[in-house]
């Protein structure tokens, strides 16, 4: 019968390489997701030299309460209404300058696109989604207008053209011929899109 003696040592001395290693492997193996943002210009740093005056009825002013519900220059409508409410308002061509408008030319309205700003204000606790999806319709209007106007220019959907002329696997032949006529339709059209300071009650 062999004898008992005592166990045998564990040799940990490799014990931190084989550590080492798996946190190796799980820095390389793991894929580490970049946050979506919402793609905004900032305001530049130097206040312009002269005041700009705005007129009232060139703000199309959007709230939501914590709730959830919408006020579009303090009528209470649905989240489906908010894209048409926008477009009317961006499209009216209250002073008739604009050649390429079809607005109803409501001189309570906006005075063209190139003065036409949306103004969007939050409850500090509206939900996050609710924020987003506000945000996809208001840009859905600026969008829609914009593939309205490329189709007749063009022939083409803007969003198509300008997702092609950001496409960094594009040729540079196709992005300089999609440059100028990005421009053009955004020069139509250009984005204003506001947001004042957060409510809290």
């Known amino acids: 019968m062999p004898r008992r003696g005592a166990p045998p040592e564990v040799n940990a001395g490799s014990m931190a390489d084989i550590a080492f290693l798996l946190l190796i492997f799980f820095l390389v193996t793991t894929t580490i997701e970049t946050d979506a943002g919402l793609d905004r210009m900032l305001p530049p740093i130097e206040p312009p030299d002269t005041d700009v005056i705005i007129k009232q009825k060139n703000i199309f002013q959007v709230n939501i309460n914590r709730e959830g519900q919408l006020l579009a220059d ?58 987003i999806t506000v945000q996809n319709e208001l840009v859905g209007a600026y969008n829609d207008l914009r593939n309205r106007e490329a189709q007749r220019l063009y022939n083409r959907k803007f969003t198509d053209m300008e997702a092609e002329f950001l496409n960094p696997e594009s040729s540079t032949k196709i992005r300089d011929e999609l440059k100028d006529k990005v421009q053009k339709i955004q020069d139509l059209f250009p984005q204003k899109l506001s947001e004042a300071e957060t409510s809290t009650n």
């Open 74 to 131: 303090d009528a209470l409508i649905d989240l489906k209404q908010l894209r048409a409410k926008a477009m009317d308002f961006l499209d009216n061509n209250g002073d008739g300058t604009c050649t390429y408008c079809k607005g109803n030319r409501r001189s309570e309205s906006s005075d063209n696109p190139t003065k036409a700003i949306i103004s969007l204000k939050n409850d500090r606790e509206t939900k996050y989604g609710t924020y």
